[in-house]
DNA sequence: GTCTGGCACTCGCGTGCGAAGAGTGCCAGG
DNA sequence: CCTGGCACTCTTCGCACGCGAGTGCCAGAC
């Protein structure tokens, strides 16, 4: 087990390479924070902390900079959470507090985000499957022609064509959007499928195809997770991230245009807290050099969808899990609000 | 006025420069393309393209680039746009025939013109003000808590609260739904105000104070312009940019994140054709080294968004015109069939 | 044992110089 | 008006050199 001072000094490398950006040595090290020792009594300890794969330096001769597995030692052990600031609190809640519907929520909160941390900021839209319905609507646009429109408790609309197999009478319609209101609303969504199961036999024969049909694109709707989808901002961070351009940017804007990439990243964080991946703790390679720092958020003690950022590995960890954690909780009370 | 041969020389300097992004000399010219003279005449010829401003050196000494100016005018008087090739244009026709929602649309058409073009590719909304109206639909939440949706022709979907100033009954929501359908359904937006004026007169006093809220709520949503959406894609293009990368990419970045600088961009265009501005033709200082290439679409005859793609200033300009101009095309004809 | 100061060693990085190459401008002749 | 020739300008590249930061190791002190 590694001692309580050489855990010190991998937290001052780690702190110092994420300020300077340069990798570190021991000189500058034992004058930036007193640790009471001497230059070579760290150059002993960084040998040891080396060889367990905490840190590894560029060329021969230079100074050290954090591994993956460093970062990951910092994170768990040796850094905490930094709380937000009061006033950082207020100006959190004012920003998200003017948002007139669910888009403006979203949009705000990656802004907000990417500002406070600096970095890329993902904010997945409510999930579906996960929240509850607030009202079923059915339009008659033709003769044979429904629309379905789907509102949840959270404010977000789904609509949907229905191409009847039958003309569905306008009686038959107002029937049928009773019957399913009084069954769906205020149910989750997860419930739906079993509480209109039988819906189509209270109907008559003629009718039944298109009760079909319609149950059939609503629980279509219900389920398609494929229709969950998120906000990306403050890319223009990406340039911040290192002096070796391209050749990291690239992969990275690419896996953000991955819609796919991005909500399985983000789905694989089970943990109930803020979850931190580093660099290639990532599944997708394009990230291999990033860190994603995200969490649940949500209205009630559930969480709807995920938030976070993405940024270099040589990120300010407990300030951004600070931000993440902060926005995630007054989003939630927002969507309580609405 | 420049000679035939002068705009021949300037029309082989675009291309060469476009195709191997390195200044280019008066031998290598010569070489390439057979202008049936020495290199000795093109350096004249340079020489006199220079004194006008049409391209220029980066250094004493080196080939010559073209200026904004020089691109200006190999657009507008040398080069036509390059059609597409069939199986291009049955690749695009199938890429957009899959879509099932306007969203799925608009997402397609991004990613079709991002990598037609390999560039950034940016696609508005189809506009509210400017399409019409196919329902509109009254739903009670509450006793004095309405939910208007509005539904265009192109599919979009708008949804506001209402909160009443007064209990409104089941029957005179009816009454309000049934008339407002049949006066705005199918009418242009721009028309709605004029047609609706008069309405909270055909309703009891009591009703009257909520008829007028709807109505101003209906007409707020109408008119709200920064409610002009659009989408953006192909970022990780950006790295094609050159080698002098950081500089350039972040002021792009960030004027992409401003959807109203990229909406005023696209405005600006008011050319029926396609619409190309040349670096510091760009209002936005951001963008002072990219061009626009941006064209409107729409299901008729009129144009209801733009769609179009930022690359830098060398490009391949017939190339990317005929893209953006076909993508247009056959995006108009999609949303005409739904 | 653990820490410390000293010392030799390794490399990356910036600098200066010289040669090569590409491209230009200008001029005299066809 | 076009062409070939020629001198000139600059950039780029390779290379040698020296500096400085940082390391590893060792002998000695606490």
Known sequence: MLSERRLQVLRAIVQDYVGTEE?????????????????????????????????????TSAGRIPTDKGYRLFVDKLAGVKPMSPPERRAIQNFLEGAVDLDDVVARTVRLLAQLTRQVAVVQYPSLTRSTVRHVELLSLAPARLMLVLITDTGRVEQRMVD?????????????RARL???????????????????????????????????????????????????????ANLTRFGHDFPLVIRPVLEALEEQVVLLKLLGEAKDPGVTVRIGHENAHEGLNSTSVVSVGYGSGGEALAKLGVVGPTRMDYPGTMGAVRAVARYVGQILAES
């Open 164 to 176: 009847c197999p039958a003309p569905f009478g306008e009686s038959s319609l107002a029937d049928l």
């Open 181 to 235: 209101n009084s069954r769906v609303a205020g149910r989750r969504f997860s419930d739906v499928p079993s509480l209109v199961e039988d819906l189509p036999e209270a109907f008559e024969a003629d009718d039944r195809g298109t009760v079909s049909t319609v149950l059939s694109t609503l629980l279509e709707t219900l389920v398609e997770e494929n229709e969950e989808r998120l906000m990306i901002g403050g890319t």
């Open 23 to 59: 990798p570190v040595g021991s000189k500058a090290l034992t004058e930036r924070h007193n640790l009471g020792v001497s230059p070579a009594t760290v150059r002993n300890d960084m040998a040891a902390l080396e060889d367990e794969g905490f840190i590894a330096q560029p060329h």
